[in-house]
């Protein structure tokens, strides 16, 4: 871990940070992995996901407030609206994830920001989107997840509608948001264009995501179905049970790789069978495919069936638990996980930075910080700021 920002690519970019939880965290954390200086502006109660906590550790809070600095100011007061005020000139970019009007609510409204600093980008992250009949409406990811659609066609068949067990719609719209901010500023700094807001709800990336289902039933009438671990789109495509009750992943998205699978598990001569022969063939009679895949599976422990499949350039591979994802050697050469330096804890195993960059790649630099460990940023002076 280095406090340099030599190199980092959005060295410069000073990121104001109001939101909370998840979504925001996750786009703020891609922009701090590259250079940017966040600096989160917390209430005196700090960041939400400061409560999120495993055995009495705020492991969430130090993952994915690392590279960051932290502000305490409560924007119900006069006082600490004109200190956020104060910085506003001196930032590129302000990220806030209060309920839909509350900003207005505070007297920061983006006409009052862009007033400070005209060529701000200024992220406002909700559920649903500030414009639109559930703009009011509680925004958190889970009723994103139900109401895009995912829940519905998660899972399986005999089952309930699955929720995801993690912040996948708030996380999809982190990344999304990070990609967001990064467009508008090139407009400001390349182009010489003013500052904008950007409107990131939870909602439209999470749909973005899905797939064509929307085009699918305007042209087809159907619906996405639970399908458990198969696809509507190719097969065979499936988790299979191996003999000592571990877990492989098995899939044939293209022609030559379903053949391969055939000949793999010893029946090529279904490669020849007309309800196997074609993709559309698979998926129709997906459950005699299944039961042909699973017998062989099931014959052997998984280390053997690994070693079967690789050997045959099949596209094979492990369900693997987080201790064994830790242990992985591919994990471990490409430095996938780092351990990170904490006062109080000694280390923190997260993920490292990603994506890649060959020339300027991110760094972690600095752990999470404290509430108010950079107040030192603030304004000295309490006179009122006017723009």
Known sequence: ????????????????????????????????????????????????L?????????????VYARNKKSVCLDLKQPSDREKLLALVPTAQ???????TG???????????????????????????????????????????????GFAEKNGFADKPPALPNLGLADMIAGLTGAFATLTALREVEVRGGK???VDLSLLEPMIGVLGPDAAIFQHTGH?????????????????????DGKWLVLSGSTQRMAEKILDAVGAPELARDARFATNAARLENVDA?????????????????????AARQVTAGPILTVDELIGDPHVKARETLVDVKDAQLGSILMHNVFPRLSGTPGRIRTPSPTIGEHQNLLPKSEKPYTP
Request: glycine share 10%; proline share 5%; aromatic share 8%.
């Open 50 to 62: 400061r409560d999120w906590k495993n055995d009495g550790k705020s492991l969430w809070w130090k």
């Open 223 to 243: 619906r996405p179905q639970r399908m458990g671990n198969r696809v509507e789109s190719a097969a065979p495509r499936n988790a299979y049970l191996c003999s």
């Open 195 to 197: 500052g904008q807001v």
């Open 93 to 99: 970019v302000l990220v806030e994830s209060f309920k």
């Open 1 to 48: 871990m280095s406090a340099s920002n030599e190199r980092l690519p959005l060295a410069g970019v000073r990121v104001l940070d109001l939101s909370r939880l998840m979504a925001g965290n996750m786009l703020t954390l891609q922009l701090a992995d590259f250079g940017a200086e966040v600096i989160k502006v917390e209430s005196p109660r700090g960041d939400t």
């Open 289 to 309: 495919l299944d039961r042909v895949i699973g017998d062989f599976v099931r014959s052997r422990p998984l280390a053997e069936n690994l070693a079967h499949f």
């Open 102 to 148: 509350a900003l207005e609510g505070f007297g920061l409204g983006a006409d009052v920001l862009h007033a400070a600093n005209p060529a701000l980008v200024i992220v406002r992250i909700s559920g649903w989107g500030q414009t639109g009949p559930y703009a009011q409406r509680p925004g958190f990811g889970t009723l994103v997840e139900a109401f895009s």
